[in-house]
Structure formats: C-alpha cells, structure tokens
C-alpha cells in the first residue's frame, strides 16, 4: 500500500514553468525519490541538442552548499536524483522547501537557476513529546472545565501533518481541539473518593494517505484545589540575536504568572517539541525563564530559531509560548574561490584574450558582506574578466614565451565588501606548454680550424656547438654537413661531424702543398615539427709541415746530363761564375733555402751565397789554378728537422773550349755516328737560324733606328722547362730570383755530352727592384745591339764547328 502511494505521489510531480527572461528552470518532486530518478530533461527544456552538453563541459553546482541533490546525464540531458531528498532535514516545519541548483555551461559560460520544489510525502507519523501525559485535577472543578494538553508533534506539514484528535471514550472527560490548543473538557465533576486516577487514550491522526496516528497516555490524578494555570506575558515573543554572540549571552526572557499561592502557584519552565540540536544552542533557566546561548550560532546554516516554552506550576497546570529568535549576519565568512576548469598547460603561441580557465567566487555571507571583488597580481600576462554572476574568466593579456618564462604562479584574491572585509586567496600553477619557434643558435659566427698536414684520418679538427632554448625533442639539436665540393670532391670525402656532439672530424689526411685551405658549412637542426636550422661556416687551415725535400733545378740532377760551365781566366774576386737553383714544395719557414759548399776541388777559390745560391770567385783566378774545378753543393731548408740535397757543379777556366783537351775525358762513351749527326744538325740549325735572325734584326733595325740600344741581354740561363708552375717565386727563400742575369752562349746538347758558358753581368746588372719582366726581356732582346747578338752568334757557330773538327780527328785517331 505505502509503495502504490509514493507511486502515486511521484507520477504527481510536474514541470512548474520555465523563465526564458532569467534562464530559469523549475522543477516539483516528492521528497524521498530514490537515487537515479528523473526529474526533468534539461537539454529539452532549454532547447539545447543533447551532444551539446558533454561538449560544453554542463555541470551543476549547489548554490550555497558544496552538496548537490540533483545531478545531470549528459548523455541525454536528463535532470535525476543525486542524493536523499528529506524535507524535514532540510527546511523543518517551512511549508515551503525550495532547493536551489545552478547549472554551468562553458565555451561559450551560460548560466541557469534550477529552483526544486520539494514537496511533502507522509513519512512521518505524529509523536507525543512524552509518552505518559500527567496531569492533576482538583476535585473542585466545575463541570466544563477545560485543561490544555500537550499537542502531537509530526514532522511532516500540510495535510500530512497531524489533521486531528481522538480520545477514547470515557466518563469524565470530553476532547476539544483547534488549531492552537487540544483540551480535555471536563464534562462530569470528579469524585477523588470514587476514583483517584483516570487513564484516557489519545490518539493524534494526520491527513496523510495513508493516514498515520501516534498516541499517548494521558493520566489523571485527581487533587484538590489548583484551578489557575500559569499565563505567559506574551503569546510570541521575539528577539534578534547576531551570529558571532558570545556563549551565556541571554537572548530573552519569558515569563508566565500562576494566580494560585504556593506550590499552586510555583511556576517553572522548559522547552517543548525541540530537537537535540537546538538543546545544544539554547538553555532554559527553569526558575527565571532566561533563554540562554549555550552553542555557536551561524546564519549561513540557520538564520532563524522557533522554540516553543512551557510553563508549569507545582500541581501540573501548565500553559505555551512561542519565542522566534532572528540570527543576523555579520562579515564571518572570507569568499570562497572555485577554480572551475583550467587548460593548463598553455601553448606559448596562444593570442592574446585568449581564455584559459574559468573561477567561480562565493561568499556565505549576505547583503553586502556578499558582495566581492576578485583580481591578481599585476606581474603576469593574464588578467580576470568578470562574467556572469559570480564567475571570471581567466585571460591571456600578452604573448607568452616559454623560453623566457615556462611556468606562472597566478595568484587570486577575492575580498567583500564587509566591515572589516574579509580576503581569501588561491594559488594557480599555470604551465606553458612549448612550440618549436626558435632555431639552432651557433654559439658563434664563424669557425677556425687549425690542422697540420699528412693528419691521420679520423683526427678532431675543432667543435662546433648550437643552442635551442625549446624543450625537449624541440631543443634536440643535430649537426651534419651540407652538400658540397672541395677541390672537385665531395666535402664528405674530406670532413664528417658527429650528429650529437658537433665535433667534426677528419676523413683523410691532408696534404699542404695540393691543399692549404677550404670551407665546410655546418648545418645544426633541431627535432621540432616542422624542424628548424641554421648554418655556420668552418673554415679549415692545413699548416705546413717540413716533408719535402729541397728540389735542385740547376744545375740537372747527376746521370741525367753532364753540365759543364766555363769561367774565364781573367774573371776577378767576387764574379759571379754560376749559380745553384733550387725550390721546395713546403711554406713558410720550411721553403727557407740556404746554400753550403760541402767539397771542392779548391775550397779557397769559389764561395757560395747563403740564400741566393750564387758561386763567385773568392779572389782572381791564377795560372796556378787548376783547369777543372769540382764543386758539391747542399741545399737544406729551415724546418724541423731540416732536409737537404746536394749536386755536383763542374767548372772549367779557360777562355775557350779549344783549350781544353779533356774534352774527350768528360764526355760519355757513345757511337761516334750518333754525336756526329747530332753535331751536324745542330750546325745547321744554327745557321739556318743565324741567317733568319740577320733578317728580322736587319728590319727591326730599320723600324727603330732612334731607339736606345742594351748592351746586355737578360735572359735567365734556365730554360723555361725547368721551373715547374707550381713554384712560387720567393724572394729569400732559395727559389728562383731574378736579382742577376746570365747569358748562354752555347750548348753541346744532348744527354750525352751538356757544355755550358756561362758569362757573368754582375758588373753591369740592374738593381734588384728594376729586374725585367718576362714581357720586358722580350722587348729589351729585340732592342738589343745586333752587333752584339752577331758576335754571340758567330762564336757559337765558330765552337760547333771546331767541336767537329776536333771530333772528326778523334775518330781518325781511333
């Protein structure tokens, strides 16, 4: 039966109405519904598609309580019950018991009030407040004499409260109720000689369906003579009492008069129909009638007491008062901050405005102790913009950049408007998340690297080092070479880098004298999405080292040819008869050359200039002389250590080869016929080219009559063939100079048999700074004296021919 009723009083329950001005919600429900059951749906009410709700992140929020009674499913927007609904525990003896909810939606925030109307169900069955009434009545009371009993108390309110009384039929006493007092009616006298004592049975019915009853004992004694009963003062008395009153404050008195003597008159008095709550609050004095604080009051948990007194005399009459105390509010509560969702972390790159997290201020206080005003701190790049009702959005005010600053600590203060007002605050940990938006960084422009030739492969030239200041996989940096061509091949035939170090690394050994320079470009990146890099330059310098040996081009190495130089009789002290030429591949102090005589046929004839290699006569040269002189010459170069090469320079002194009858000592054994012929051909190139250049000069004579005429030709003895393009000309260093000049006046030619006369310009040679250019020589020969270039010409015609005369005799001999 009880379920069929309940049943029946939760189909009962309906939508009251729906405020589209405030965004209001109202909903009817029974008290007791079970866990789960629905009350309405939301998401139609509001006109709002049911996906919508998880989207938005909905939620409900008690409104001035952190306990919610009613929950939403977001899967389909249905309002259901969250947790036990007892009215009684909630609003007491209100007839009116409203539950309010809000209802939260973000992204965009939109805000409802959800107002629940609790309504009564009856489960609760009218209680007595003690389970045996006593009451005494004298003998003497006339009929119709009427006594006030204590009514029945049920919990429940409207027609579930207690609706009516029924008292069991009896002989002496008749029930008179309304709504203020319930009476028993004395409707025949009392005889306490026929009887002391009378039980009667009261029953107390409420309007419920089904309806429920309580009853109590009333026992009569009968006594003689106590026909006043006490009488209040007041019928209501009321007072105000502020929430932060301090215990044994005394809230009000209340006073009742007995008109009897004595004991008939002797009033007390005491609390009736009161839980054991507010028996924790509030003390009666039992003799004075003095209500007493004796627990801590809050008007944010009730803001008002309704407490009813009794006042009794010695011999049992008694009457009823009601005292109503008022709690006002004072400023004892800070606001409470709520941080109701937060994106956390931030990506650095987020606009500014943009909003991060929503919070949620309350104050229990009312008036304008409720009334708060919520900011942060000045130093950081957010900022709170108030929106609707008691809820701030969390904003960004400027560009973030985690590298800079990765993590704020936000800090929230909320202050009332109260007197004093009162602040709370709360702290927010906010982290920005990083992007990769900043490059490798070379921690300088550009890179030297130093490295010595004929390295091993696989030595460390130098280390190159990027900083990202993003985090983690976008801070990771990694090195590698770019593309790209030394010398025609790839730059990774000669140089590799360590991806994680950046220490780069030789492939190969490296040779100075086909390399001394060359740049790498150097690539870090980082291992963002998308990635970024930078490049750098390496420039990589490969110094000398002393691994060549001097290289003697003049006079030709032995076995290759046999070269013999003339120096005449009458040369002087200090002529310059010949000189040593000499290169080295190496640099620097390496290709330094100096010049030694290390054996001669006369070690006090001929000296050697020390860096220039020229042979001179130390003193004029004597018949005492020997003919042929020897002269073994070392060139060493400067580096550590130092290398060296020597050649053998062979001098003959005479005036003119026909002097020398030698000749046949010095020449190599070969076929007369093959020297014959080259002799042969060689005069008749000699003249053919004699002839021809008689020709030219006779023209360029007759072109340039006025022009000055050289008396010396400048040419270098060396052919051309000698000098390799790879050496440079170094002054004082060994190699080829052109401070003095010689001329050749004739060669024997051939790899059999080299004679060479060398005639010394030191007399008449320019300074070293007018040396003749390679182009000037040229011109200075065509200018030259024809006269000068016959006599040359003639003699060398004159020496082939006696040289073939004397080889024609030799053969006879033979």
């Keep these: 039966m009880e379920s069929k009723v309940i049943l029946l009083q939760t189909c009962g329950f309906i939508l009251l109405y729906f405020d589209a001005a405030y965004g209001d919600l109202s909903y009817s429900l029974p008290e007791e519904m079970k866990r789960g059951s629905v009350v309405g749906n939301l998401a139609k009410d509001l006109g709002l598609e049911t996906g919508a709700l998880s989207k938005r992140r909905t939620r409900i ?173 007041q019928a209501v008395y009321k007072a105000s009492l502020p ?100 994106t956390n972390p931030v990506p650095e790159n987020v606009s500014p405005g943009t909003e991060v997290g929503v919070v949620n201020v309350q104050d229990r206080d009312s008036g304008n102790n409720r009334q708060v005003r919520c900011s942060i701190q000045q130093n950081v790049p957010f900022k709170l913009v108030p929106s609707i009702k008691n809820y701030y959005s969390l904003v960004t005010t400027g560009q973030l950049d985690r590298e800079v600053v990765s993590d704020y600590n936000i800090t929230i203060t909320a202050t009332d408007e109260g007197s004093p007002p009162l602040s709370s605050s709360k702290s927010v940990q906010l982290s920005v998340a990083d992007i990769n938006d900043n490059p490798p960084v070379f921690e300088e422009q550009s890179y030297s690297a130093y490295v010595s030739e004929n390295n091993k492969p696989g030595s460390t030239l130098c280390s190159v080092t990027a900083r990202d200041p993003d985090w983690r996989q976008n801070g990771t940096v990694i090195y590698s070479v770019l593309a790209g061509e030394v010398n025609g091949a790839p730059v990774s035939s000669y140089v590799s880098v360590n991806g994680d170090t950046g220490v780069i690394h030789a492939v190969r050994s490296f040779d100075h004298e086909q390399l001394r320079s060359f740049k790498v470009h150097v690539t870090a990146r980082d291992n963002g999405s998308p990635p970024l890099s930078s490049n750098v330059t390496v420039s990589v310098f490969i110094s000398d080292v002393n691994d060549n040996c001097p290289q003697i081009l003049y006079p030709a190495p032995e ?135 008689i020709i030219i000069i006779l023209g360029v004579r007759f072109c340039h009559r006025r022009k000055p005429r050289l008396l010396f030709d400048g040419a270098v003895a060396i052919p051309g063939a000698y000098l390799p393009p790879n050496y440079a000309d170094v002054d004082g260093t060994g190699t080829l100079r052109s401070a003095y000049n010689y001329d050749a006046y004739l060669t024997t030619g051939s790899r059999t048999s080299d004679f060479k006369f060398v005639t010394s310009y030191n007399d008449n040679t320019l300074p070293a700074d007018q040396t003749l250019r390679k182009t000037q020589l040229t011109d200075n020969r065509n200018n030259t004296d024809h006269f000068g270039l016959l006599q040359h010409d003639q003699e060398a015609i004159l020496f082939l021919y006696s040289s073939l005369d004397r080889l024609m005799k030799h053969k006879s001999k033979n």
Excluded at 247 to 262: I, K, Q, S
């Design 61 to 233: 929020d008690a409104e001035g309580t952190d306990k919610r009674f009613c929950d939403i499913n977001l899967s389909n927007g249905e309002l259901i019950v969250a947790d036990r609904i007892d009215r009684e525990g909630l609003c007491g003896e209100k007839a009116s018991c409203v539950l309010k909810h809000e209802l939260v939606l973000e992204n965009p925030l939109e805000l409802h009030r959800i107002t629940l109307h609790v309504q009564d169900i009856n489960d609760n069955s009218p209680q007595f407040n003690e389970e045996l009434i006593n009451i005494e009545i004298r003998e003497s009371a006339i009929k119709g004499a009427r006594f006030v009993i204590e009514d029945a108390h049920d919990a429940d309110v409207g027609k579930n409260s207690v609706q009516q009384y029924n008292l069991k039929k009896n002989d002496h006493f008749i029930l008179a109720a309304n709504e203020n007092t319930i009476e028993l009616v004395l409707d025949k006298e009392l005889d306490r000689e026929n009887q002391q004592e009378i039980n009667l049975l009261l029953t107390a019915l409420d309007g419920g369906s089904p309806q429920r009853s309580g009853t109590v004992v009333i026992h009569v004694t009968v006594l003689d003579a106590n026909d006043n009963a006490p009488v209040f003062s």
């Design 243 to 342: 929430e932060n009153s301090p215990l044994d404050t005394v809230v009000v008195t209340v006073n009742a008069a007995d008109a009897d003597e004595g004991v008939n008159g002797d009033v007390t008095y005491e609390f009736v129909h009161v839980s054991e709550d507010l028996k924790k609050v509030f003390s009666v004095n039992r003799k004075l009638g003095e209500i007493k604080l004796i627990g801590a009051v809050d008007y944010e948990s009730t803001s008002s007491f309704e407490i009813r007194v009794k006042a009794k005399d010695g011999l049992g009459l008694s009457s009823y008062s009601k005292v109503i105390i008022s709690v006002t509010d004072v400023n004892d509560n800070a606001p409470v901050i709520n941080l109701k969702s937060l």
């Design 559 to 693: 076995g290759s040819s046999f070269m013999t130089e003339l120096v005449p009789k009458a040369a002087n002290g200090g002529s310059v008869v010949s000189k040593v030429i000499a290169v080295d591949a190496d640099s620097g102090q390496n290709a330094w050359l100096s010049y030694h005589i290390v054996k001669s046929t006369d070690p006090g004839l001929f000296t050697i200039g020390l860096h220039n290699g020229e042979i001179r006569t130390q003193r004029d040269i004597s018949e005492s002389d020997g003919m042929k002189q020897n002269l073994i010459v070392s060139v060493k170069d400067n580096g550590q250590p130092s290398l060296s090469a020597t050649c053998s320079m062979y001098l003959l002194i005479s005036d003119n080869l026909a002097e020398v009858p030698e000749l046949k000592d010095i020449s190599y054994e070969e076929k007369d016929s093959k020297l014959t012929s080259y002799l042969i051909i060689a005069l008749v190139c000699v003249s053919t080219f004699f002839l021809t250049f």
